[in-house]
Protein backbone atom coordinates (compact mmCIF):
# COMPACT_ATOMS: atom_id res chain seq x y z
CA UNK A 1 0.00 0.00 0.00
CA UNK A 2 0.97 3.58 -1.01
CA UNK A 3 -0.19 7.01 0.31
CA UNK A 4 0.57 10.25 -1.83
CA UNK A 5 1.09 13.11 0.61
CA UNK A 6 1.25 16.56 -0.97
CA UNK A 7 3.14 19.48 0.12
CA UNK A 8 1.34 22.48 -1.47
CA UNK A 9 2.50 21.07 -4.97
CA UNK A 10 4.76 18.52 -4.53
CA UNK A 11 3.84 15.66 -3.90
CA UNK A 12 5.69 12.36 -2.51
CA UNK A 13 4.41 8.77 -2.10
CA UNK A 14 5.47 6.58 1.04
CA UNK A 15 5.29 3.10 1.08
CA UNK A 16 3.38 2.22 4.08
CA UNK A 17 3.77 -1.70 3.70
CA UNK A 18 0.12 -3.23 4.83
CA UNK A 19 -1.28 -0.49 5.93
CA UNK A 20 -0.39 -0.90 9.71
CA UNK A 21 2.05 2.00 9.69
CA UNK A 22 1.30 4.37 12.95
CA UNK A 23 0.89 7.83 11.10
CA UNK A 24 3.61 9.31 12.99
CA UNK A 25 6.32 7.25 11.17
CA UNK A 26 4.31 7.50 7.52
CA UNK A 27 4.55 11.38 8.52
CA UNK A 28 8.42 11.34 9.55
CA UNK A 29 9.36 9.62 6.55
CA UNK A 30 6.90 11.92 4.22
CA UNK A 31 8.65 14.85 5.20
CA UNK A 32 12.27 12.98 4.66
CA UNK A 33 11.48 12.31 1.33
CA UNK A 34 9.89 15.88 0.97
CA UNK A 35 13.21 17.14 1.87
CA UNK A 36 15.03 15.62 0.04
CA UNK A 37 13.15 15.94 -2.87
CA UNK A 38 12.99 19.74 -2.48
CA UNK A 39 17.32 20.05 -1.81
CA UNK A 40 17.37 18.44 -5.88
CA UNK A 41 14.93 20.98 -7.48
CA UNK A 42 16.95 23.50 -5.53
CA UNK A 43 19.93 22.14 -6.59
CA UNK A 44 18.75 21.95 -10.16
CA UNK A 45 17.21 25.68 -9.89
CA UNK A 46 20.45 27.51 -8.57
CA UNK A 47 22.55 25.48 -11.56
CA UNK A 48 20.46 27.01 -14.03
CA UNK A 49 20.40 30.36 -12.67
CA UNK A 50 23.78 30.64 -11.68
CA UNK A 51 22.88 31.59 -8.02
CA UNK A 52 25.12 30.89 -5.09
CA UNK A 53 23.98 29.30 -2.03
CA UNK A 54 21.20 31.53 -0.26
CA UNK A 55 20.31 31.12 3.70
CA UNK A 56 16.58 32.55 3.20
CA UNK A 57 14.11 30.60 4.57
CA UNK A 58 10.83 29.21 3.14
CA UNK A 59 7.45 28.46 5.25
CA UNK A 60 6.90 24.85 4.68
CA UNK A 61 3.51 24.77 3.65
CA UNK A 62 0.62 22.41 4.94
CA UNK A 63 0.38 18.46 4.82
CA UNK A 64 -2.23 16.92 2.72
CA UNK A 65 -2.18 13.47 2.80
CA UNK A 66 -4.59 11.54 0.00
CA UNK A 67 -5.51 7.95 0.44
CA UNK A 68 -5.19 5.68 -2.69
CA UNK A 69 -9.18 5.27 -4.18
CA UNK A 70 -10.54 8.32 -1.97
CA UNK A 71 -10.42 10.85 -5.12
CA UNK A 72 -12.07 14.17 -5.13
CA UNK A 73 -15.44 12.13 -5.74
CA UNK A 74 -15.15 10.52 -2.55
CA UNK A 75 -15.72 13.89 -0.60
CA UNK A 76 -19.05 14.76 -0.05
Known amino acids: ???T?????TRVVVPCGDG???VFSLIQQAVTRYKKAIAKV???A??????RSSRSRERAPGINMALPGKGEEGRG
Do not use: I, T
Open 42 to 44: RVR
Open 46 to 51: RAASGE
Open 5 to 9: VCFGR
Open 20 to 22: NMK
Open 1 to 3: MKV
